[in-house]
Nanobody
Framework: QVQLVESGGGSVQAGGSLKLSCVIS????????MAWFRQAPGKEREGVAN????????KYADSVQGRFAISFDDADNSMYLDMNSLKPEDTAMYYC????????????????WGQGTQVTVSS
């Protein structure tokens, strides 16, 4: 079974940075599309960024373009989300996700999910 565990969330002031981590076990990264999602209270789950190992390409939501960066470390089988210039609008529960099917920013395409890590950005 694929298992994903997120960490690195916390509270920061606007303009600050955080680095989220997601450790994946039970499957090789090359067999999956990996992604970060977030969900704020009263809002739908939003795709933040994904990375497809087959193509080596990443995709970002317009709202985080230029501020967030997704990466993967093969040595420890961990995915990261570097978040910079954080805004209060970035406040949400952030989730790590994986799928063996179509790689997108749609939550319905993902099969495996972590437990989430909370990010709170104050003004």
């Amino acid at each position: 079974q694929v298992q994903l565990v997120e960490s690195g969330g916390g509270s920061v002031q606007a303009g600050g940075s955080l680095k989220l981590s997601c450790v994946i076990s039970g499957a090789a990264y090359r067999e999956h599309c990996m992604a970060w999602f977030r969900q704020a209270p009263g809002k739908e789950r939003e795709g933040v960024a994904n990375f497809y190992s087959t193509t080596g390409r990443a995709k970002y939501a317009d709202s985080v373009q230029g501020r967030f960066a997704i990466s993967f470390d093969d040595a420890d089988n961990s995915m990261y989300l570097d978040m910079n210039s954080l805004k209060p609008e970035d406040t949400a529960m952030y989730y790590c996700a994986a799928t063996q099917s179509f790689c997108s920013l749609s939550a319905s395409n993902f099969d495996y999910w972590g437990q989430g890590t909370q990010v709170t950005v104050s003004s």
